[in-house]
């Protein structure tokens, strides 16, 4: 073999190790890259798992709380009216618990209703009856019960006993 010869397959032979070092270079850094972009990816998916998870269990825990949000503020009670009579009121029938005097579009709540925020000067719906105001205090025998305040004696037995919901409005 002449010079020119052994030159020409010595540049070869050099090519195609220089070519065989390039793709495996080359092959070693895609691989290098699949794995770092494979490790990111699952990174990013364990990030966004504990995201949702988290982001679950708030939502559980706001539809708790609008859940007793709810039971705080509706409540199926017990309906009466009381008139200002002796016998309905304490020793002045004129006067209520947060000492106004008795007024029609007032009721009386049962002392559990206003340990819960049921309190004097909230206003309430009473379901078919319209919207009062908490001004009075029933007897603490009494609990999930209102009571609406009705100027006539006769008028106040007539209404009698109902099962309603009530709601306690946002002041």
Request: aromatic share 8%.
């Amino acid at each position: 073999m002449s010079n020119h010869g052994a030159f020409v397959v010595t540049s070869l032979f050099f090519i195609l190790i220089a070519a065989l070092i390039g793709f495996a270079v080359d092959t070693t850094a895609r691989t290098a890259a699949e794995d770092y972009y494979t490790a990111r990816i699952e990174e990013l998916k364990t990030e966004h798992s504990v995201q949702i998870e988290k982001l679950s269990e708030e939502r559980q825990q706001l539809a708790r709380q609008v859940a007793d949000l709810h039971e705080a503020r509706i409540k199926e009670v017990t309906l009466t009216a009381y008139s200002p009579t002796h016998g309905e009121c304490d020793p002045d029938p004129t006067t209520t618990a947060s000492m106004t005097k008795v007024r029609s579009g007032i009721v009386a709540v049962s002392r559990d209703l206003f340990d819960q925020g049921w309190v004097f000067g909230k206003k309430v719906y009473v379901k078919g009856h319209g919207i009062y105001e908490i001004a009075d205090l029933m007897h603490k025998r009494y609990s999930s019960r209102v009571d609406i305040f009705v100027p006539d004696t006769n008028e106040a037995k007539r209404f009698g006993v109902k099962q309603v919901k009530v709601a306690l409005l946002a002041s």
